[in-house]
């Protein structure tokens, strides 16, 4: 009887949490699939597109060789979170959560948390050899992701304790603008630049995932996806994978959709700007300006695009474009520090006419 | 009873009256049960919020409508306590980040954060994770924006943002590149026609035509504003009539007076008067930002095209330092300033010249 009772008791207790997590595991993978981006984040240092010589001094680290002090930069997209977290998965296996503080600017990085949480992470020693007995490096990572913005003072606060705590830890610093950080930092680590990804790469690597889920998408589509997002294979991915959202799964992708969902300004737009500026008419490019921010279209996309437009424009002198060329850096800079789009445009477009008009 | 912008604003995506590709994409967006972080952008008065709501709604049902408000704490490193009112249903959480002023990082860090910790506790019947939605993101500091970023990934499972802003110029790429961004465009004056009409009907009144096109051209494809001004027109006269005159904002009477006398005498007197109406006008809550376009727009009138560039290339320039310095007055002042004196100058030429 008591036996009966036990394991009647036992058996759906037991069978319960099992069929419950696998309920709800199984439901995870139908209901929020991931985002791409996290899917086919590198697993190992080989499979990172490009970038040679990091891969290769982390290479010969997982091979035994010593860590230097990191120091990734390069534009947005290229792979430096994924390249330094897939070779800490390579390195410590599953310890690797242990192993590694990941700060980034969404945490609190002022000069106190350098000194308290940072110092104490790298006081600790690490053991050479893992729970299960494999050897692993005896050191301890931290990544400072978007090291950029941390003030100076906080990066200040870092020199020391990089020097001191040397024997157990090692820093990877990651930014997008090497030169916001502070001297004494950049000597005492090794630099590496990330390029932005060179178009077959991406093209491969878009194609590869489109098959893997089953996208519709021609090669010239994806090409003009890579264009349209300089070489940055995270903004890639990401709009693919928005596109396929948007549009539903069966349906083909098209240029239109790649456009919209980038949001880059049509064509038409960009050369109406140097066309009414021809005309040399004050009311009708106020009217056009007012008619482009109605239609909701971003002046600093504009502003990039006009930029390549006129640098390739074969009517207009050297001198020319000069001139322009210094108003619309002046614009993009107002327009990022919050200045109205309206008027920036206006003040260009003022310009343009003036050239025009010699 | 409730304003008609209000009262016959569409609920769900299949009401939506214009863009309607667009809803079709976004309902696409919704029946796959999930979506990634959304930036919605465009001029005010084209949609956003709805479209934003609607969506929402589409995706939780009924529930999102029953909203409460909160106050929420936070204090900064700094020691410095801060107070913001968000404003929630069971599903979501909207605020606006940006009246805190400076301390808005410390707001998007925290209160996500807890937001995205914690989970559903049944997640059967409902959805997995939470919304939160940021509205003037463009308003955000550089500051926040970065602090924005990680946290965008780091809780994609339990939450996703979606960001409304006027204009992406002020985003930072960071930011666009983790979004989905949602371009909405302001509808056009056909559209604005018949919606009018359509309300109007509703309503029970008639709208002659004539009138509802000089609506619609007069609210500058503002829709929100359109649907204001009707209702106005009905206040003033029922039934309306076609020739009726559509009351214009005081304000912007007030603001091309003030430019009228700016072009009328150039002279530190007069300066001292403008002082005064700007001031007036900025007492009044009107942002300085849309004081500056008014006064551009009405000054330029009175200009040839060469004086033209350099009032453009001089209120561009004050317009800059308008959103770096906290002090609107000073560059509102600077910029009728040099006005006066390229005006001044230009004038003095000409009779020299005759």
């Known amino acids: ?358 | 009873m409730s304003l008609w912008v209000d009262k016959y604003r569409p609920t769900s995506l299949s009401k939506l009256d214009y863009h309607l590709t667009q809803a079709e994409h976004l309902k696409n967006l919704v029946q796959q049960g999930d979506f990634p972080h959304l930036l919605v952008y465009g001029p005010s008065g084209a949609g956003k919020k709805t479209r934003i709501m609607s969506l929402l709604r589409e995706l939780y049902g009924p529930g999102v409508e029953r909203l409460r408000m909160e106050r929420v704490n936070f204090t900064t490193p700094s020691n410095k306590k801060i107070e913001i009112t968000t404003l929630n249903s069971n599903y979501h959480l909207e605020v606006n980040p940006s009246d805190v002023g400076i301390y808005d990082r410390v707001v998007i860090q925290e209160l996500i954060k807890t937001v995205a910790e914690t989970h559903q506790l049944d997640t059967a019947g409902q959805r997995e994770f939470k919304v939160v939605l940021l509205s003037e993101v463009d308003r955000l500091t550089k500051d926040a924006q970065h602090a924005l970023r990680r946290t965008m990934e780091k809780y994609v499972a339990s939450c996703r943002i979606i960001l409304c802003a006027n204009s992406t110029s002020r985003v930072i790429p960071a930011i666009r590149s983790r979004c989905l961004s949602i371009r909405v465009p302001a509808p056009s004056p056909e559209q604005i026609i018949v919606i009018l009409q359509n309300v109007c009907k509703k309503e029970g009144v008639t709208l002659p035509p004539e009138l509802a096109e000089r609506i619609a051209s007069k609210s500058g494809r503002n829709l929100r504003r359109a649907l204001l001004m009707c209702e106005t027109c009905k206040v003033q006269q029922t039934p309306m009539q076609p020739s009726q005159e559509i009351p214009a904002l005081d304000w912007q009477t007030f603001l091309e007076d003030t430019a009228k006398m700016v072009v009328q005498e150039q002279s530190p007197k007069q300066m001292s008067e403008v002082r005064g109406r700007l001031y007036e006008l900025l007492i009044h809550g009107i942002p300085p930002p849309t004081i500056f376009q008014g006064l551009l727009e009405e000054l330029v009138k009175s200009c040839d095209m060469q004086m033209k560039r350099r009032v453009v290339e001089a209120a561009a320039k004050y317009e800059h330092r308008l959103h770096q310095g906290n002090k609107s007055i000073f560059h509102l002042e600077a910029f009728v300033a040099t006005f006066m004196s390229i005006y001044k100058t230009f004038m003095e030429e000409m009779l020299g010249g005759m």
């Open chain 1, 1 to 358: 009887m008591q036996a009966f009772l036990k394991t009647g008791k036992l058996g759906p207790q037991s069978a319960g949490p099992k069929d419950a997590k696998a309920g709800s595991s199984g439901a995870k993978k139908k209901s929020a699939p991931v985002p791409w981006v996290e899917k086919y984040r590198p697993r190992t240092v080989d499979d990172v597109v490009e970038q040679g010589e990091v891969v290769q001094v982390l290479r010969q680290c997982l091979s035994g060789a010593d860590l230097p002090n990191l120091l990734f930069y390069g534009p947005p997209g290229t792979g430096k979170t994924s390249t330094i977290l897939a070779a800490a998965k390579q390195l410590f296996g599953d310890i690797y959560k242990d192993r590694i503080l990941e700060l980034n600017a969404s945490d609190e990085r002022g000069i106190d948390v350098i000194r308290h949480k940072v110092k104490t992470f790298a006081q600790l020693t690490a053991s050479g050899i893992r729970p299960d007995g494999r050897p692993c490096p005896a050191f301890k990572i931290i990544i400072l992701d978007e090291a950029d913005s941390m003030t100076h003072a906080a990066q200040a606060a870092l020199r020391r304790t990089m020097e001191r705590e040397a024997k157990t830890t090692r820093f990877c610093l990651i930014c997008n603008y090497v030169s916001r950080i502070i001297q004494p930092l950049t000597s005492r680590c090794s630099k590496f630049r990330f390029k932005p990804l060179g178009e077959d790469r991406v093209v491969e690597r878009l194609q590869f995932i489109s098959s893997e889920e089953n996208v519709q998408c021609d090669e010239d589509v994806l090409r003009c996806l890579v264009k349209t997002c300089n070489g940055d294979l995270r903004r890639a991915i990401t709009s693919l994978q928005s596109c396929t959202r948007l549009k539903g799964k069966d349906s083909k992708i098209t240029k239109e959709d790649v456009f919209e969902v980038t949001g880059v300004v049509p064509n038409p737009w960009v050369e109406g700007v140097l066309q009414v500026c021809q005309t040399n008419n004050y009311d009708q490019v106020v009217s056009f300006i007012d008619e482009l921010i109605l239609e909701a279209y971003s002046a600093s996309q504009l502003l990039e695009q006009l930029h390549e437009l006129i640098v390739l424009n074969k009517d207009l002198t050297d001198k020319q474009k000069t001139a322009i060329c210094d108003k619309l850096g002046l614009c993009a800079f107002r327009m990022q520090d919050g200045a109205s789009e309206a008027i920036g445009l206006l003040d260009l477009c003022c310009t343009i006419m003036a050239v025009y008009q010699g």
